[in-house]
């Protein structure tokens, strides 16, 4: 379960950027065109949008130079998303 949406502040910031410079300027007649234009934000957002806390560059070419971290894999998401075990110590002991 992640944090409360008050006490995560990246997403509550972009969250905010969203909704001050897109939905709430925008009057959206159909579900289509709601999805074309936050789109278009999207990509201008991430691609030509320099961002001053990533050193003024773009949040695509920040992730460009991320490069030390190997791509995570699906088999990690879905250990990481598996329930809790409940047998108990026993399952710990056949794991190990």
């Given at each position: 379960?992640?944090?409360p949406?008050?006490?995560?502040?990246?997403?509550?910031?972009?969250?905010?950027?969203?909704?001050?410079?897109?939905?709430?300027?925008e009057?959206?007649?159909?579900?289509?065109?709601?999805?074309?234009?936050?789109?278009?934000w999207?990509?201008?957002?991430?691609?030509?949008?320099?961002?001053?806390a990533?050193?003024?560059?773009?949040?695509?070419?920040?992730?460009?130079?991320?490069?030390?971290?190997?791509?995570?894999?699906l088999?990690?998401?879905?250990c990481?998303?598996?329930?809790?075990?409940?047998?108990?110590?026993?399952t710990?002991?056949?794991?190990?």
């Amino acid at each position: 379960m992640g944090l409360p949406p008050w006490q995560n502040g990246i997403v509550e910031s972009f969250n905010g950027r969203l909704r001050d410079e897109l939905l709430s300027s925008e009057v959206f007649d159909t579900l289509a065109e709601a999805r074309y234009l936050i789109d278009r934000w999207r990509l201008f957002y991430n691609h030509r949008r320099i961002q001053r806390a990533l050193g003024t560059v773009t949040p695509a070419a920040f992730a460009a130079t991320c490069t030390a971290l190997p791509p995570l894999r699906l088999a990690a998401l879905a250990c990481a998303a598996a329930p809790p075990c409940t047998q108990g110590a026993s399952t710990m002991q056949q794991l190990s």
